[in-house]
């Protein structure tokens, strides 16, 4: 592949405007979207007139002039289209872990009898930490982990699985599992499924509704570009909005909250799965990035995530100085989400030497080096720049350099 075929790729992306509706560095191509994404402009603007009108002169105030109390429900509403749900089951409130506590104590809950939780070995860590903890919390009679390998799940779902707990997306190597199809294998066993979306919901077509999924959780700063910190989204199907009941009760989540009644009364809808005070900036921040999706495919989105993935694959090939860089993601574009994970012993080196030349990737213990493709603002052109400074790199050994292996708190 050469340059001029890169050029042409872009000139015919559908998707090359949406570009100009982010803030992006001069000098720096961003492959790290999959961790955290680029500021919609449209945020900051927002933020501003949340900060100095809203909050700075209509105070108080604004929980009903500007519709603080709604911006939740508001905000579910623009996250459901992206993930396939229909209205009245997506609402954004609090972070993964919190919301994963949620639902998992509802569906423990809704599935009585049974005590196993089955998720994988390399789940994201924090999706199991929060089954440990409600295992401490409740005994393991009534919450047990179970942990097998993604190959293994199909033959794992066995008669005392209440809840089966999987990530769409795996965080390291990017694999693609199939939620329609594990769906059905895990409803025909009489468990619950709970989706974690965190690297799925903004990068491929997420079809909630449709794969008749039970519950799932979401963040709202990796595709969905809300910022650092921002609140995280959970699905909740129709069917058990009535039967649920979820054990952070807190005000907002009552049915009547400025009733300020002793006794807490659940709303038998989505909304009983609030629980404090939400972040109204940060919350806002969200509400605005999300206009960034109007008029967006995600067909479009998804299609334009493998093709920039396999010219990341074919220039990174092509290299012969690269060949100890392993690719630990399939080459089947259909089973990977949109990031590409390589293996290699001085992977935390290589990347710290990357992002002082400009390409900002991560790193994830032991040994990979992940790229994230985010098709509203990756073009090919920084895919072909992001691998000539990756071979440079490579090529020179910056990377062997002291400096290039010194480790923050974050990696």
Not at 165 to 193: E, P, S, Y
Request: net charge negative; aromatic share 8%.
């Amino acid at each position: 592949m050469n340059f001029n075929e890169i050029v042409g790729l872009d000139k015919a992306d559908p998707l090359a405007s949406k570009r100009d509706e982010f803030e992006l560095p001069a000098h720096t191509i961003y492959l790290d979207g999959n961790s955290l994404g680029a500021l919609p402009k449209a945020v900051k603007s927002r933020v501003a007139e949340v900060v100095t009108q809203q909050w700075g002169n209509d105070l108080i105030k604004s929980w009903n002039v500007h519709n603080w109390i709604d911006l939740p429900i508001h905000v579910g509403e623009k996250i459901a289209p992206i993930i396939g749900a229909a209205k009245g089951q997506v609402i954004c409130c609090d972070s993964i872990s919190i919301n994963l506590f949620k639902l998992l104590s509802s569906a423990l809950t809704l599935n009585t009898g049974r005590n196993v939780v089955l998720s994988t070995q390399d789940n994201f860590p924090t999706d199991l930490y929060m089954v440990q903890g409600l295992s401490d919390l409740l005994g393991t009679d009534l919450c047990q982990l179970k942990l097998v390998q993604e190959q293994h799940i199909k033959q794992s779902l066995t008669d005392d699985v209440a809840v089966l707990l999987l990530t769409q997306v795996n965080f390291r190597t990017g694999q693609l599992l199939d939620m329609q199809t594990l769906t059905k294998l895990a409803h025909d066993k009489g468990i619950l499924v709970i989706w974690d979306l965190a690297h799925s919901a903004g990068a491929l077509p997420v079809e909630l509704d449709k794969c008749n999924v039970d519950f799932a959780v979401g963040c709202g700063y990796k595709y969905l570009n809300g910022g650092p910190g921002s609140p995280a989204f959970l699905y909740v199907a129709k069917r058990h909005q009535s039967a649920v009941k979820q054990p952070l009760s807190g005000w907002m989540g009552h049915a009547k909250p400025f009733a300020f009644d002793a006794n807490y009364q659940s709303p038998e809808n989505i909304n009983q799965y609030l629980c404090g005070t939400p972040s109204v900036l940060a919350m806002s921040a969200l509400d605005a990035a999300l206009d960034v999706w109007q008029n967006v495919s995600i067909a479009q989105v998804r299609d334009k995530s493998i093709a920039l993935a396999n010219v990341f694959i074919s220039l990174v090939q092509s290299q012969s100085c690269l060949a100890d860089l392993r690719l630990c993601s399939t080459e089947n574009s259909s089973q990977r989400g949109s990031q590409l994970a390589f293996s290699h012993e001085s992977a935390f080196a290589i990347c710290q030497a990357l992002i002082e030349k400009g390409v900002i990737a991560d790193f994830r213990a032991p040994n990979i080096l992940r790229f994230g493709f985010t098709p509203l603002y990756t073009s090919f052109e920084d895919i072909w720049n992001a691998v000539g400074i990756l071979v440079d790199v490579v090529n020179t050994r910056l990377y062997t350099e002291p400096r290039f292996n010194l480790a923050g708190k974050v990696t």
